[in-house]
C-alpha cells in the first residue's frame, strides 16, 4: 500500500479511537488490533505527529501510582475525521474503477 495513503488511513484510525473518549497508547493498540495491527513505535510517532497537527492534546494523569498519557480529540481531529469521510467516496470509486472487470480488461 502507498505509504502516504496507509499514514493518512491510519492517522484517521487513531483519532476514531479517542473520538468518543480520552484514552492511552496501550488502549488504543487494543481497540484498533481489529482493524490495523500497530505497533508501539508506530502509534507514539502518529500521536505525536496529530499532536503537532493540533489534532489531539494529551494530559498526564496518575494511575495505578504510575504516570499515563491520556489523548483527547480535538475540534481539528473532529474535522479530520469528517474530511476522510467525504474522501472515502472517491477513494472507492478509484477502487471499483481499478477492481472493474469487463471485456475490454481481458
Not at 483519532?15 to 468518543?20: D, F, G, V
Not at 500497530?38 to 497537527?53: D, P, V
Not at 469528517?82 to 472487470?101: A, D, G, H, P
Request: with cysteine; proline share 1%.
Amino acid at each position: 500500500m502507498d505509504i502516504q495513503l496507509k499514514r493518512g488511513m491510519l492517522d484517521v484510525c487513531v483519532l476514531a479511537a479517542i473520538k468518543s473518549e480520552d484514552s492511552y497508547g496501550y488502549k488504543i493498540i487494543k481497540d484498533l488490533k481489529p482493524c490495523v495491527e500497530l505497533s508501539e513505535s508506530t502509534l507514539y510517532t502518529i500521536l505525536k505527529r496529530l499532536e503537532g497537527a493540533e489534532m489531539l492534546t494529551v494530559r498526564t494523569a496518575e494511575h495505578d501510582g504510575r504516570l499515563r498519557k491520556y489523548y483527547h480529540i480535538t475540534s481539528k481531529g473532529l474535522a479530520r475525521i469528517n474530511e476522510f469521510k467525504r474522501e472515502w467516496s472517491e477513494v472507492m470509486n478509484i477502487y471499483q474503477f481499478v477492481c472493474k472487470e469487463g471485456k475490454e480488461n481481458d
